[in-house]
């Protein structure tokens, strides 16, 4: 069973607007991290938001917001007023376990395309 | 944010040659640092983690004698593909995370294109 999914492979969303983008994990841990990261066509993967499963409030960082609802095991990720350059692949990611060293686990990801 | 360095950026190299990819935390201590590929249009795969001063741990399906990992000093780790051949072409890209951190946050490198003709 994949551990990270994102059934969106590709979303359009006009400039100016706001855009969700889903994601549900699977995981049997109580303690876990989950990470999204932006990944333009350059490839290098920019850290965007982070979310710990203790963590009482969603996490927010500049127009980048985490609906986090743990009961339904889902971690979406908001980007409020879109621009041209949030066009790009997003890709939800979770650390199991206590560790803050561990490794990430991927989500296939989702292609944002932001029209003008 | 936390520096992390690739190099190369890309590399074309002939089947049966063998390419090494650095990984370098430039202004932290990265106790730990993992190597993922990733195929065109697909997620990162972890094929490894790397621990300074011992043996990386591979994951499964993932050839050791052909991925090399050394990983040396703290703020370096390296990846030998050896021996390499046109499947092994993909996108390689390390992370780093601190020796203690709050947000429990990866950095990654900016990657290396491997190109094997």
């Known amino acids: 069973a994949q551990k990270i999914t994102q059934t969106q492979p590709g979303m359009f969303v006009q400039e100016k607007e706001a855009v969700t983008l889903d994601c549900t994990y699977d995981?049997?841990?109580?303690?876990?991290?989950l990470f999204w990261y932006k990944q333009p066509s350059s490839g290098e993967m920019i850290f965007l938001i982070y979310q710990g499963s203790y963590d009482e409030q969603n996490a927010t960082e500049g127009r980048y917001s985490l609906n986090f609802q743990k009961a339904r095991k889902s971690a979406n990720l908001v980007i409020s007023a879109s621009q041209l350059g949030d066009s790009a692949m997003y890709f939800c990611a979770m650390r199991e376990g206590r560790r803050s060293q561990g490794n990430l686990i991927f989500g296939k990801g989702t292609k944002l395309s932001v029209k003008p | 944010g936390a520096v992390v360095s690739q190099h190369p950026s890309r590399v074309i190299c002939k089947s049966g040659t063998s390419v090494k990819i650095e990984c370098r935390s430039l202004?932290?201590?990265?106790?730990?640092m993992f190597w993922y590929r990733q195929f065109p249009k697909q997620s990162l795969m972890l094929m490894a983690t790397?621990?300074?001063?011992?043996?990386?741990?591979?994951e499964q399906g993932v050839e050791k004698d052909k991925f090399l990992i050394n990983h040396a000093s703290l703020t370096l780790s390296t990846l030998t593909v050896t021996s390499a051949h046109p499947e092994d072409s993909s996108f390689y890209i390390c992370?780093?995370?601190?020796?203690?951190?709050?947000?429990?946050?990866?950095?990654f490198g900016p990657g290396t294109r491997l190109l094997v003709l």
């Open positions: 790397s621990n300074e001063g011992s043996k990386a741990t591979y």
């Open positions: 202004d932290f201590q990265a106790t730990t």
């Open positions: 992370s780093a995370s601190y020796r203690e951190t709050i947000q429990e946050t990866q950095y």
């Open positions: 995981t049997s841990d109580q303690s876990y991290g």
